[in-house]
Antibody, heavy 117, light 111 residues
Framework: EVQLVESGGGLVKPGGSLRLSCAASGFTFSSYMMNWVRQAPGKGLEWVSSITSYSSYIYYADSVKGRFTISRDDAKNSLFLQMNSLRAEDTAVYYC??????????WGQGTLVTVSS | QSALTQPASVSGSPGQSITISCTGTSSDVGDYNYVSWYQQHPGKAPKLIIYEVSNRPSGVSNRFSGSKSGNTASLTISGLQAEDEADYYCSSYTSSSTLGVFGGGTKLTVL
């Protein structure tokens, strides 16, 4: 059974940093592109970042480019999102998802990030 | 990156069929068969119901179907049931730097 479990969310002040983690199990993690998707309270979904297998290619939404860094540790079946220079508009539930044909095939339960003073 | 365009809301009665549209551009929906659809109930994570325009993941009801014409993709739900009441999002591969883009979401109300 595929499982994705996010962690690392919390309350952070504007300008602060946070590192999200996603622990994967139930599939060969190294073989799949992985994505981060977020959802601000009461709003729609936003594709945040993607990382291909072997970290060959990395993609970011314009809204987070230069501030967020996606990475993966295939030995530990883990996906990460380092978030720096956080803004109020980054407040959202962050989901990690396993990709298949550029769709988010499996989702985690999400972790809430709140940016507020 | 501009989001794909979906109607804000649709409604239908139990047993009826409804269709949700998703309009993009030639940089996403129009040029690639990588359109997916998600169902999200309140407080829950989204669930994939259609990928690659018209494929259903294992376990998804065949009441859900997808199609595409030009720059517009569509999700049809037949035989509406109360449990179908949820938010629905489309998504597409995009040749922009993001790789993926979502629609704004459509709230389905089952009357």
């Amino acid at each position: 059974e595929v499982q994705l479990v996010e962690s690392g969310g919390g309350l952070v002040k504007p300008g602060g940093s946070l590192r999200l983690s996603c622990a994967a199990s139930g599939f060969t993690f190294s073989s799949y592109m992985m994505n981060w998707v977020r959802q601000a309270p009461g709003k729609g979904l936003e594709w945040v970042s993607s990382i291909t297998s072997y970290s060959s290619y990395i993609y970011y939404a314009d809204s987070v480019k230069g501030r967020f860094t996606i990475s993966r540790d295939d030995a530990k079946n883990s996906l990460f999102l380092q978030m720096n220079s956080l803004r109020a508009e980054d407040t959202a539930v962050y989901y990690c998802a396993r990709d298949h044909a550029y769709s988010n095939y499996y989702w985690g339960q999400g972790t809430l990030v709140t940016v507020s003073s | 990156q501009s989001a794909l365009t979906q109607p804000a809301s649709v409604s239908g009665s139990p047993g009826q069929s409804i269709t949700i549209s998703c309009t993009g551009t030639s940089s996403d929906v129009g040029d690639y068969n990588y359109v997916s659809w998600y169902q999200q109930h309140p407080g829950k994570a989204p669930k994939l119901i259609i990928y690659e325009v018209s494929n259903r993941p294992s376990g998804v009801s065949n009441r859900f179907s997808g199609s595409k014409s030009g720059n517009t993709a569509s999700l049809t739900i037949s035989g509406l049931q109360a449990e179908d009441e949820a938010d629905y999002y489309c998504s597409s591969y995009t040749s922009s730097s993001t790789l993926g883009v979502f629609g704004g979401g459509t709230k389905l109300t089952v009357l």
